[in-house]
């Protein structure tokens, strides 16, 4: 099998043992099997008739790999250990048992969790001491977050609905922070332990509005008073200031020099999670929020 895609065959090479993460149709779980034979693939789901329809897809196809309904987060430990996990729905932190269920050298691709939208993809290695380390991808790869999650649009009906907090003008563009495309914010929702957002032009005219909403109930109402032109109006509630954190965070990735996602990276060990630039033993470390979720 030959492949040109940057996640190709030469990136699962013969004899390698998959976990992936989140079955669905089975689709890639059939790649799987076709590449490695399906005694070495396992692939788990959190929703037993999506396994069972999985297996029988599977199945009509010849294949018959390992599948199991459980969370995500737990791994298989059954299985394991593994060389490659395969993530295709998001989580906000790197479950251990997958470091943990890994031979020293494997891969794990996750995609970030950043409270419901998840673009971000990270690529850690284990070195089988329970650390694993990678850098972000360039490159987008939006999967659904976990089901195990509460939702996270709720939250945004609640910010939407407060009417206090505390209201003053800002100059930073609501954009950079609340747009997946915009390079500084995967930075500014790491390091916030994530938030949601949504941008409206309510019915009766008035200037565009955009709310963001934290899991720990803090909340920002970013107003384009000045149209596209600063200042616009700020108001923010809840436990934190999330709006000052962000700001904070802005000028601090423009004194960086504003570099991209790729050149960040991850390093996971006993669940603390330290977020680097460039180098991970560089002077510019950030160690990420504990999960509000934990
Ligand atoms: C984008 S789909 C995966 C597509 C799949 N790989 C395929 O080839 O069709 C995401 C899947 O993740 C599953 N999922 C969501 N939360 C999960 C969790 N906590 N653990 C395991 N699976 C989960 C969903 O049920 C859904 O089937």
């Known amino acids: 099998m030959r492949s040109t895609s940057r996640f190709g065959a030469r990136h699962v090479p013969e004899g390698h043992r998959v976990l992936e993460v989140g ?10 099997c076709h590449r490695l034979g399906a005694e070495r693939v396992t692939s788990i789901d959190l929703d037993t008739s999506l396994v069972e329809r999985a297996r029988q897809r599977l199945a009509h196809l010849g294949y018959a790999p390992h599948l199991a309904a ?16 395969i993530a295709t729905v998001a989580f906000d932190r790197v479950p251990g048992a997958w470091i943990a269920q890994t031979v020293p050298g494997a891969k794990i691709l996750m995609p970030v969790d950043l409270t419901g939208r998840a673009g971000l993809l ?22 659904m977050a976990t089901r195990a999650n509460p939702d996270a649009q709720p939250l945004l009906g609640k ?47 008035g200037p565009r509005q955009t709310v963001l909403a934290h899991r720990d109930g803090s909340w920002v109402n970013h107003t384009a008073t000045g149209g596209d032109q600063a200042p616009c109006t700020v108001r923010q509630g809840g436990p934190r200031l999330l709006w000052d954190e962000i700001e904070r965070l802005h000028e601090q990735w423009t004194e960086l020099g504003r570099p991209v996602r790729e050149r960040f990276g991850l390093t996971v060990a006993g669940g603390e999670h ?7 033993q560089g002077p510019h470390r950030w160690t990420l929020p504990v999960s509000v979720l934990e």
Request: net charge negative; aromatic share 12%; no cysteine.
């Open 159 to 205: 910010a939407l609905d407060d009417k206090t907090g505390s209201t003053r003008e800002t100059a930073l563009p609501v954009t950079v922070a609340a747009n997946a495309q915009e390079p500084f914010e995967f930075f500014a929702a790491l390091l916030t332990g994530g938030y949601a957002w949504l941008e409206f032009t309510p019915s009766d005219g």
């Open 23 to 32: 079955t669905g149709t089975g689709y890639n779980a059939a790649l799987l």
């Open 122 to 143: 990270v690529l850690l290695t284990t070195d089988g001491t329970g650390l694993a380390q990678g850098h972000f991808l360039s490159h987008q790869g939006w999967f």
């Open 70 to 85: 459980t969370d995500g987060a737990l791994g298989a430990p059954r299985f394991a250990p593994f060389d490659r996990i």
């Open 274 to 280: 330290v977020l680097w630039l460039d180098d991970p």
